[in-house]
């Protein structure tokens, strides 16, 4: 018996328009320009197929250098090229684009894109600017900020809480200012040969560090102290606020750190540099950006299971009440450029930041939406997923989100640059750093026009 199957006009006309769509979906490639990272290496080789494959569309991403990043968009940009449909996005890098980038908000709306998935923190630094008001001008994808990591082991032995409270005459906790982070580091810096937690030292142990190589590694650093304090460079007149004795405070507490309980080594070292300490059981606390993961959890090192995090500690009598410390929001987001993919670029961002969120945060394990952080799976991912997240969503509630102004890098990033690595030279005082850093600035915003001569 033979059956014959046919198609009913309106199969026809469906299987037609299905046909169609998917031959327009092939002729159409997204090409993105990406900052290398898991979060790259995720796109080029699982989220960029795995959308040809379901759409038609294809997705290419080029990896470039992270110091030619934006040279090399900002020419193909202000020259018209269309080379990149979508780019990496730092927050301090919108001027550069405003003019080239597309207004999201019609095609959230179209594709019903929730950005109220993100803390209101990230909302504003990196989906919004002052130079685009009332628009969208990218989306989230590597939000991030640093927090306090300790060895819990360490601190929970009974030996070392013995030993504290009697050299201090309080109990040994993990730290929740910055002046208290100070005494327990001091308490941890041992030498080879002394003990830690019943456990002979062979290499010296620190009791906290950061990067702090010259130029950005100490501003990272040091940028996250000073915001801590309740200053925030200036008021809504442009009058700097950074003439306050708070800083000098900050910055001798701060040169302190680095002199009595850091290593040497972290003199050199930029970013993620120097958590091998930590991993390798040199360290009792660090400052952690949560790409840094990896590295104090490694399987192999002596410190994973036993790191305990939680968001960096307050300033002690800052100037705004703050019940935690307010570190420096970076990592990146997307730019959707102003060329004829545009909004296909946007239905793939959809689907891969929304649609396959608890995909994004396994493949690249970044995390900034609130799925994110309500997610068994994730939770259940990694052992140490069930302190850090609740520990890092925390810390993104309280971060401080760079002003949109074009000079903000100049007078704030720069100069916080500036002034840290002359004071922790020596070549200056902080205070006469101090006064360099507010006449710079004011000078700044005197040829800007936001403030009189």
Known sequence: MTTTRMLTATGLGLAIATASATA??????????????????????????????????????????PDQLRDRMSIEAIGGTGRWDMGYHSPGWFGSFKDHVVDLTPYIEKYDFDIDAYPARIRESHMESSARPGEIIALPTTPAAP???????????PDEQAAFEEEYGRKLEVPRTWQELYEVGEFFTREAG??????????????????????????????????STGLEGWDEN????????????????FVDLANDVAP?????????????YFRDGRLAMATMWPQGLSTVEDPQGEAAGNVGYQPLPAFEGNLQDYPQGVPFLGGGGVFVMDTENSEEAFKFLKWMLQDNEIEWGKRTKQFSRVAHFNSEELRGLESHYADFLPAYEQTLEHVFVRQGIPEYGTVMWQGTVDFATEVMSGDLTPE??????????????????????
Do not use: C
Request: no cysteine; glycine share 8%; charged share 25%.
């Open 24 to 65: 327009m979906a092939e002729d159409v490639t997204i090409r993105w320009a990406l900052h290398p990272g898991e979060e790259a290496d995720a796109v080029v080789n699982y989220f960029a197929p795995e959308y040809e494959r379901q759409t038609g569309v294809k997705v290419i991403g080029e990896i470039l250098p």
């Open 147 to 157: 927090m306090l990591i300790v060895r819990e082991d360490f601190f929970s032995h």
């Open 194 to 227: 002394e003990t830690v937690a019943g456990e002979t030292l062979e290499e010296d142990l620190y009791g906290w560090t950061d990067a702090l190589g010259a130029g950005s590694g100490v501003a990272r650093s040091f940028i996250v102290m000073l915001y």
């Open 238 to 253: 442009y009058q700097p606020d950074l003439d306050h004795p708070i800083l000098v405070e900050a910055a001798n507490l």
């Open 264 to 276: 040497r080594a972290a003199r050199n070292w930029d970013f993620l540099e120097g958590l091998s």
């Open 432 to 453: 006469q750093a101090q006064d360099r850093w507010v006449d710079n600035m004011t000078r700044t915003f005197q040829r800007a026009g936001y403030l009189e001569r």
